[in-house]
């Protein structure tokens, strides 16, 4: 009892005889006869009159209290003892003892029908709150649509019914069914059925208002609807799953015929939780079929896997700027020509990082494709391209560098052209690094493209190096801040002389990732051009790699 209901009885036990108080009030002496009632007591029990025993007229949970009051004695204190309760006449009643001098009882009964009524109101809603919380936790935990259904059917098996049934919208002539009876593990299949044959599913799945569950007869419905060994449905509730503007399925509800039946306020709360449950579906299926339209684009932007084109050997690798991520705004490309005709070689570095930079990178590498007809004449693409862009919405501009590889005898010649862009280099057979003599503007900043062309040769297990200056501007080092430079590039690179391509990108893709360490840094591309060997010496028994010689 609350205090001021409390407060009101102890009033009224102090400011009224007991004959005329406002609660039922039942007098019984030391041996639990009853001496004296009141009016409200008569009309609550109209057996209980005086000289007859307590245990006779009164509940027998009050007739127990009475003993163990007259045994306590005065030492009993309402006021911090807990109250004794149980029902009369289908009500719960609160029984507070008077211990008067002489021994006898007096029992003042207030009813506390309501407010036992509104207290289990209230722990209901309170852990039907607690449970529509963890059921958010629990759906929002994962964006995988199936463990999305396979939550969603299993806590609704659990708290709101004795089997649950997920349905997803159909997949053609298939529905994705997630079936969970209370106690089990949730089991997907795919029934070819038709929906509009079970009452209200057709209208739950293209999202519209429940069908309420005494208009659905449970008798009806179909074998896939009802778990194996579930025995007959009592009672079904179907509700939608309501999406992100599209309906995201519908909830199935089952119970035995042997449980009570859905009540109104049941599919209330049903509604509540499938409310909840239709958005963490429809946003598993957000994202992913974000996922598989990023995962297409991303297969395009990605850089190509290199390999010998027409007697020239190609080795390239990338590395973006945030190690999350896969493409940024570096870029290569290798366009194998026909035969006896030159392969083209573009890698730029698109100013920026991250998905806008990529996209930009992705228009450039798709426009050098269409200009490969023009691949002889590198001033004319670079003039092209930069049309392109400075008519594009990107306001961005990037570096470029175009290489014509053709294979002539064992000797790859080599027209250098660069935009913008770090001098390609070239190691020579005893381990000399050059600069090749290539010069140009940037792409997609001003009206005209300077360049200059230039031709170089490579005589077998000489190679060409092309990068980006995520390598030579990478930070990094002993004091964490010195640039990697080009010195530093060359001298590596010098000590590479012999190795082939893979090698050789792989070593300066090594050396600048642990010179900046854990440290940010820029996107870093790097790709390589070789001129293959000629003459192979085979080891003791042919069976081992051997070496290669010039």
């Not at 936790?137 to 999305?148: E, H, M, Q, V």
């Not at 290798?334 to 990529?358: F, M, Y």
């Not at 501009?397 to 770090?422: C, I, K, M, Q, Y």
């Not at 591309?525 to 080891?539: D, E, F, W």
């Amino acid at each position: 009892m609350d205090h001021t209901r409390a407060q009101t009885v102890a009033e009224s036990k102090s400011e009224f005889p007991w004959g005329t108080a406002p609660y039922p009030v039942l007098v019984a002496d030391v041996d639990g006869t009853l001496v004296q009632r009141n009016d409200a007591a008569a009309a609550l029990l109209p057996e209980a009159t005086p000289g007859t025993p307590l245990s006779g007229v009164a509940p027998t949970w009050l007739a127990a209290a009475h003993g163990t009051v007259h045994l306590r004695g005065r030492h009993f204190a309402p006021e911090t003892d807990a109250p004794l309760s149980g029902m009369i006449g289908g009500r719960r009643f609160e029984a507070h003892p008077s211990v008067r001098d002489d021994g006898a009882v007096a029992w003042w009964l207030v009813d506390d029908t309501d407010h036992q009524l509104a207290r289990d109101a209230l722990h209901m809603e309170r852990e039907r709150t607690a449970f529509l919380a963890r059921a958010s936790s629990a759906l929002l935990s994962t964006l995988n649509l199936g463990r999305c259904m396979d939550v969603t059917a299993q806590m609704a098996a659990e708290h709101l019914a004795d089997a649950a049934l997920a349905i997803a919208p159909s997949r053609g002539h298939r529905l994705p069914v997630v079936t969970c009876v209370r106690g089990g593990v949730p089991e997907l299949s795919h029934e070819t059925v038709d929906p509009d044959e079970v009452p209200g599913l057709g209208e739950a799945l293209r999202g519209f208002p429940p069908v309420p569950s005494r208009w659905i007869d449970p008798s009806t419905a179909p074998q896939w609807l009802v778990p194996e060994g579930f025995g007959p449905a009592g009672s079904i509730v179907i509700t939608p799953l309501p999406g992100h503007g599209v309906p995201a399925g519908a909830l199935v509800l089952l119970r035995r015929a042997t449980s009570d039946s859905f009540s109104d306020e049941e599919e209330v709360f049903a509604r509540l939780f499938a409310t909840r449950a239709g958005a963490a579906m429809s946003a598993a299926r957000l994202y992913a079929e974000q996922t598989a339209i990023t995962e297409v684009l991303m297969r395009e932007l990605l850089p190509p896997t290199l390999h010998q084109v027409s007697g020239v050997d190609f080795a390239g690798r990338y590395r973006p700027s945030a190690d999350h991520e896969r493409i940024g705004g570096d870029f290569y490309d290798v366009h194998p020509a026909t035969e006896g005709e030159a392969s083209l070689v573009s890698l730029g570095d698109v100013c920026g990082k991250g998905l806008e930079a990529a996209v930009l990178t992705g228009k450039i590498r798709s426009t050098l494709h269409a200009l490969l007809p023009l691949a002889d004449d590198h001033q004319r693409m670079l003039s092209l391209l930069n049309t392109a862009l400075l008519n594009s919405h990107h306001a961005r501009f990037a570096t470029l560098v175009l290489a014509s590889a053709v294979r002539r005898g064992s000797e790859v010649d080599l027209n250098l052209t660069s935009a913008g862009h770090p001098t390609p280099l070239i190691i020579r057979a005893d381990g000399a690094v050059e600069e090749a003599d290539t010069r140009g503007t940037l792409v997609g900043a001003i009206p005209n493209v300077s360049t200059n062309t230039t031709a170089v040769t490579l005589a077998p297990g000489e190679c060409c190096v092309l990068y980006t200056d995520g390598i030579t501007e990478a930070k990094g080092g002993p004091m964490g801040n010195v640039l990697f430079g080009d010195e530093r590039l060359k001298r590596a690179l010098s000590a590479c002389a012999g190795m082939p391509a893979e090698g050789i990108v792989e070593h300066v893709q090594l050396l600048a990732a642990q010179w900046v360490g854990n440290r940010r840094h820029d996107d870093m591309a790097v790709v390589v051009i070789a001129a293959p060997r000629t003459h192979h010496l085979s080891a003791l028994n042919g069976h081992t790699r051997g070496r290669f010689t010039g």
